[in-house]
């Protein structure tokens, strides 16, 4: 499904109004813009606050890519003890391990935890 919105050439400054309606360029499709893998592509609500450090929080929407390796620092959704978590997945010479802040789960030797994809990403509403 394609969702078309209005995309203007023209940027927003943060500063003084600009009659924007002067330059439509075309219709933008979010998914073209926000998903590259649609098949291993997935959207996930966030619950929780442990990632506000980080800029995700309770109720944001994540746009997550299953075929992306994820690298040092990557935001990822990883199943741990059948419970879907979002984490910063880090690296560590020879250990891999997901955090987010003090607590950190090791997954070398813990067979119990599956990354399923790479936090591309973040949705939420400015209140």
């Known amino acids: 499904m394609k969702l078309k919105l209005p ?14 309606t002067d330059y439509i360029e075309d219709d933008i499709d979010l998914n073209s813009q926000l998903i590259r893998n649609a ?13 506000n450090n980080v800029g995700i929080h309770d109720g944001d929407l994540l746009i997550v890519d299953r075929s992306i390796n994820p690298k040092n620092s990557s935001t990822v959704i990883a199943n741990v003890n059948e ?4 984490k910063t997945f880090m690296k ?4 891999n391990y997901l955090t987010s802040g003090q607590k ?4 070398n030797d813990n ?4 990354i399923w994809g ?6 939420h509403k400015l209140h």
């Open 7 to 20: 995309f203007y050439i023209h940027k927003v400054g943060a500063g003084f109004p600009s009659p924007a």
């Open 39 to 51: 098949p291993a592509t997935f959207i996930i609500r966030v619950q929780g606050k442990s990632m």
């Open 83 to 86: 419970e879907l978590v979002v």
């Open 92 to 95: 560590e010479k020879d250990k």
């Open 104 to 107: 950190k789960i090791e997954l």
């Open 111 to 114: 067979p119990n935890v599956i």
């Open 118 to 123: 790479v936090v591309t990403y973040v949705i």
